[in-house]
């Protein structure tokens, strides 16, 4: 595993929740891709220069989630960013989502580095790919 701990806060507002003030299961879903694309700002990578520059996209292949507890609305969430392997077009992510030092969700994302033409694989832009290394 990378030793490469990101940490997005977001805070739950009412369009997060459902009547009972509890946040949509999808809605992980949701924080969790805000999280990823904040981790790759944070490593100088945003999403312009991902696809004009490298002309390349991120895209979930399969993703694993548990829910243990609920988070409700107004909760100050931290959602973690871990990379846990990196392939020649994939990266494996682990998430959590954490109130305080309570574990909300944890999930495990594999996503692909695809080309903006074809979306079909392509290998990790080699400055991210090298900025990822660096990390560990």
């Not at 509890?22 to 879903?29: A, E, F, G, P």
């Not at 999403?47 to 520059?53: F, G, M, R, Y």
């Amino acid at each position: 595993m990378l030793n490469n701990n990101f940490s997005l806060p977001v805070r739950v507002y009412y369009q997060d929740t459902d009547a009972g003030g509890v946040v949509y299961h999808s809605t992980h879903l949701d924080f969790m891709e805000r999280a990823r694309y904040e981790w790759l700002r944070a490593l100088g990578f945003d999403v312009h220069s991902l696809t004009n520059v490298h002309q390349t996209l991120f895209m979930v292949r399969s993703l694993e989630i548990e829910y243990f507890k609920p988070a409700v609305l107004d909760d100050l969430l931290h959602i973690t960013v871990q990379i846990t392997s990196l392939g020649r077009s994939r990266i494996e992510v682990s998430h959590e989502t954490l109130c305080g030092d309570t574990k909300l969700v944890n999930a495990k994302v594999h996503v692909v580095c695809v080309g903006t033409e074809t979306l079909k694989p392509v290998s990790i832009p080699v400055p991210l790919r090298e900025k990822i290394g660096q990390l560990s």
